[in-house]
């Protein structure tokens, strides 16, 4: 089975029906997705003039990702620094996912945002900034109320690798049963190799 990749074009259409963008706000996501690429995002994707980007089944959920933090109204700039922050973090929870899409037929994995954490981590007070906390166990809500937190944003990981699945057959950039087999291929490389791809 060959790789699951996307053109630019084809990648565009995909981001425009995942995020429901009506055709008249088509633009607007387009500039979004270009300040993404200026910001070096998803890793691997700037290839110079004349050369065509192929997205690899990780880098369309890695844009996937910072839109849906974008639209949690984090600034682009900011959307891409949390996610190169602690990429271990965020891809483990992906594999996790996919893995279990693909054996279980489901999953409950979500990535939560905590503003305290990244604030900690970087030794920057400014309480505008946002982190991420991993739910380890069916317990995470009520620890992180016991815990005294205040804010919390959480994106369905598990929903959104299916929602890439599902759009993309629909639009046929792909056949049912190849998209979660060529992302959970990629994750396991990017794991092998210590997250270079998110992390340089």
């Known amino acids: 089975m060959a790789p699951y990749t996307l053109g630019r074009d084809q990648l565009q259409a995909l981001m425009m029906r995942l995020h429901r963008v009506p055709a008249d706000k088509r633009i607007a996501l387009l500039g979004r ?53 602690q990429p271990d973090s965020e891809w483990t929870i992906a594999l996790l996912a996919v893995d279990d899409l693909l054996n279980e037929g489901h999953t409950d994995a979500l990535i939560a945002f ?10 920057d ?17 009520e620890n992180w109320q016991l ?3 205040i804010r919390l944003a959480l994106i369905n990981i598990g929903a959104l690798i299916l929602d890439l699945d599902r759009e993309s057959i629909i639009l046929g950039y792909s056949r049912p049963g190849s998209f979660l087999p060529s992302l959970r291929t990629r994750l396991n490389e990017v794991a092998q190799s210590s997250w270079p791809a998110v992390s340089q």
Not at 49 to 63: M, N, P, S
Not at 117 to 123: T, V
Not at 130 to 136: A, D, H, N, V
Request: without cysteine.
């Open 33 to 85: 997705l270009k300040h993404l690429q200026r910001l070096g995002w998803p890793p691997g994707s700037n290839l110079g003039k004349g050369r065509r980007v192929k997205y690899q089944a990780d880098q369309v959920l890695l844009v996937a990702w910072a839109l849906e933090l974008i639209q949690l109204g984090f600034t682009p700039e900011r959307a891409v620094a949390t996610l190169r922050g």
């Open 114 to 123: 905590d503003p305290a954490i990244l604030s900690s981590a970087l030794g």
């Open 125 to 141: 007070d400014d309480e505008d900034q946002f982190g991420r906390r991993l739910p380890g166990d069916g317990h995470f809500l």
């Open 147 to 149: 815990g005294g937190g």
